[in-house]
Structure formats: structure tokens, C-alpha cells
């Protein structure tokens, strides 16, 4: 039986806006589906593209009845994603109607792409058409942190409000950050979370990445294997409400988990084993510091996304340190897409759904062959679905410039 203080670090709110929906229910339907709202997105007129990229998009999407009219038309989608998963997860967490003092309440996000379209836009028209032309409501949309921004203003946070932009690694990075600030009682509530949004110019950094697919590729998104030819990129945003057990507990909070460690290294180069030794490092740190052995782990939730050189890397990992447990491993990104800052706790919220329904589901589930002669090998589809109880879960992440986290996640 784990041991609890007062400090120790819990979830108490989760909310989502996202391709499986805005709840842990409709997320456990697409995890065990496989499948998430995919559909084609349409074509861009970008002048680097002339196809059409599939996506994991936010589909039916409507903010007016959950943020109200006032600002919106100001504000773009990824804002509004991260207001909505907000204020679902302030709810979820009993907040909504008894909010925290603004100096005990604070924000943490993780995001890459945030202010990109805008700020695209901003400078093409300055540049082509002259200052005058530029609108200055538009101005605050150009920044990255501009989502975490509106949300300050949003919910009136002012114990710290700060965003994190660390590739694929942002939102855990995020959650680790967060965790520290309430340890130092600089908070006494943190919204963290992560969001991005999918869109003409988001797509053309992903393909200057070279993550996106072939045109025609058979095999997209699929992880840890082989013939997959690259990302299904992904938007959206996902929410915590983290607060230290002892408060959560005094006002009769529900609590979901409890985030055990956080670790973060830096292995760079263009080498997959090298590379894996980063992310290696950072879960041997995470699991030391939550007092977890490797056989101690109950499930590990990958950073896997279907480009098999990133995916080789999670894999050489994985197998390093949990192999001879034969741990099982969930791929929640095959379902939601990379969605790139947000997709660290897009995967944890698929962790506690999961917990929540007692299995983790054959479409997303796979298992450790240690004795596999390569990382890719390595994992191979589970059968069948899996009993999942709980326990120490394992969230990793990796990102292609050679930053690794690792989070560890008590759930129930």
C-alpha cells in the first residue's frame, strides 16, 4: 500500500477538448474503437501544398455555450480549446462555482505552435501591405502564450501563468514544472495543460520535420511498427486541475491520481540507441524518484506515434527498462494523433481513462518482447484486452532534438 503526505501532488479535475471528444467516457470508446474523429481535412492553399493531409481533428466543435459569445470572435481555436478543456476540468474538480483566490491559482501550459497561424498572418500582412493594415486585436494572438494568456484573464489566475514549449515533451515538462510550484507553495491550485491547433501553417512545420506521410502511403500513424510511413497530426487540448493532497482532501475533492516524479534529460544526435539512452535516463530518474522499481510498474504509456525512426527510440527504451517485466505498453497517440505540446497529458488522460474502465483495450495495448533483435520488434500488438487495476503508469516522452521526459502517474 503506498504511503501518502499532505504534499503529495493529485489530480482532482480532468478536461478535454479533442478528437475523442470532451470526457474519459468518450475517450475509452475511441481507445477501444481504434479509432478517434479522423477525417480529411481540406485543401490547403498554402503555396507548399497542394494535397490534402489526413487529421485527428476537434470535430462539432461549438464554444458558445460553455465560454459565451463575449470575445470569441477575437480569439482562435486553440484558445478556445484551452478555455473549454479548462472549465470542464474546474468543474470536474468542484471548482466551478467556488473558485480559488486569483493569487493561490495558477497556470502551467504546454504548447509549440500557439501563436503560429496568427503571427504568420500578421507578418505577411505588414510585410506586403503596410502596418496600417494589421489589426490590433489581432496582436496577442501572435504570441505562444497568448492561449495560456486568455485563459489567466479567463479564470483571474495570478499565482504564476507560464508557458512551455519543449516539442513533444511540452505538457509533460509542464506537469513536472507545475508539481514543483505547488511543493514550493507558490500555488495552491495549477491548471495544466496542453494544447495545439491543427491548421495550414501547423501542417507546413510538420512537414519541414518530415513527420507527415508519403502522398498515398498505405500505413499512417500506426506505432511501433515498421511499414508506418509518419504522423496523423492532431489538435486539441487537455487539462489538469493539480493541487497538494492535503487541500484537495480538506475540501472533499475526488481525487483521479497522484503524479509521483517527473524527470527530463537531453541526448541529441541523429543515432537511435544514443538517443534512447536520453529517454532511458529520464524514466530510471522518474521511477527513482517516485521509489518505483521497473517490475513496480503497472502500465507505460508511450510516446509512440507511427514514424518508425521516433518510435524506434521509445522502443529501444521501453524495452531497456521494463522488458524482462514484459509491461504492458499503450500507444494512445495511434488513436488521438500526435498532437505535438499537448500530447503528454492527451496521454494521461488516456491513462486515467483506462484506469477508469478497469482494461486497457487490445487496439491501443501492446506488449515487451525482450528478446526481439531490434526496438520496432520489440513490441508487438497485445491480444485481447488486458486487466488494468491501477497503479504505478509510466507516461515517456520524446522529442526529435533530443529532449526525453518521463512522468510517473499513480492511478487510483
Not at 48 to 56: L, Q
Amino acid at each position: 500500500m503506498t504511503n501518502t503526505n499532505d504534499n503529495d501532488i493529485v489530480i482532482t479535475g480532468i478536461g478535454l477538448v479533442s478528437a475523442a471528444g470532451y470526457s474519459l467516457d468518450t475517450l475509452n470508446e475511441s481507445l477501444r474503437s481504434g479509432q478517434a474523429s479522423r477525417s480529411s481535412l481540406r485543401k490547403h492553399t498554402a503555396e507548399w501544398s497542394d494535397r490534402d493531409y489526413v487529421g485527428a481533428v476537434v470535430d462539432g466543435w461549438d464554444p458558445e455555450p460553455l465560454l459565451g459569445k463575449k470575445g470569441l470572435q477575437f480569439m482562435h481555436a486553440g484558445s478556445q480549446y484551452l478555455l473549454g478543456a479548462s472549465l470542464l476540468a474546474l468543474r470536474e474538480a468542484g471548482l466551478e462555482e467556488s473558485m480559488p483566490e486569483p493569487d493561490d491559482l495558477g497556470i502551467v501550459i504546454g504548447t509549440n505552435l500557439g501563436g503560429l497561424k496568427a503571427a504568420s498572418r500578421y507578418d505577411y500582412t505588414a510585410a506586403t501591405q503596410g502596418p496600417r493594415y494589421v489589426s490590433p486585436m489581432e496582436a496577442p494572438n501572435t504570441l505562444a502564450n497568448s492561449p495560456a494568456s486568455y485563459l489567466a484573464i479567463r479564470v483571474q489566475a495570478r499565482a504564476c501563468n507560464t508557458t512551455i514549449s519543449s516539442g513533444q515533451c511540452s505538457s509533460l515538462d509542464a506537469i513536472g514544472y507545475a508539481a514543483n510550484l505547488l511543493r514550493k507553495n507558490r500555488a495552491k491550485c495549477i491548471l495544466v495543460g496542453g494544447v495545439e491547433e491543427l491548421n495550414a501553417y501547423s501542417l507546413w512545420v510538420y512537414n519541414s520535420m518530415k513527420v507527415l506521410p508519403s502522398d498515398g502511403a498505405e500505413k499512417t500513424g500506426e506505432p511501433f511498427d515498421a511499414k508506418s510511413s509518419g504522423w496523423v497530426p492532431g489538435e486539441g487540448a487537455a487539462v489538469l486541475v493539480l493541487e497538494r493532497r492535503g487541500d484537495a482532501e480538506a475540501r472533499g475533492a475526488r481525487i483521479w491520481g497522484e503524479i509521483a516524479a517527473w524527470s527530463s534529460s537531453y541526448r541529441g544526435g541523429f543515432d537511435s540507441a544514443a538517443r534512447a539512452s536520453g529517454l532511458e535516463r529520464a524514466i530510471l530518474q522518474s521511477l527513482a524518484s517516485a521509489g518505483v522499481t521497473p517490475d513496480g510498474v503497472r502500465l507505460a504509456v508511450a510516446g509512440a506515434v507511427g514514424d518508425p525512426a521516433h518510435d524506434e527510440v521509445e522502443a529501444l527504451a521501453l524495452r531497456s527498462v521494463l522488458g524482462e517485466a514484459r509491461t504492458p505498453v499503450c500507444a494512445a497517440k495511434g488513436v488521438l494523433g500526435e498532437t505535438y505540446g499537448a500530447g503528454g497529458i492527451m496521454s494521461l488522460a488516456a491513462a486515467l481513462a483506462i484506469g477508469q474502465a478497469g482494461t486497457l483495450p487490445e487496439a491501443v495495448g501492446y506488449t515487451i518482447e525482450p528478446e526481439a533483435s531490434n526496438g520496432l520488434a520489440s513490441l508487438r500488438k497485445q491480444v485481447g484486452d488486458r486487466p488494468f487495476n491501477g497503479g504505478a503508469t509510466l507516461l515517456s516522452a520524446h522529442d526529435y532534438h533530443g529532449v526525453s521526459s518521463a512522468v510517473v502517474l499513480r492511478v487510483g
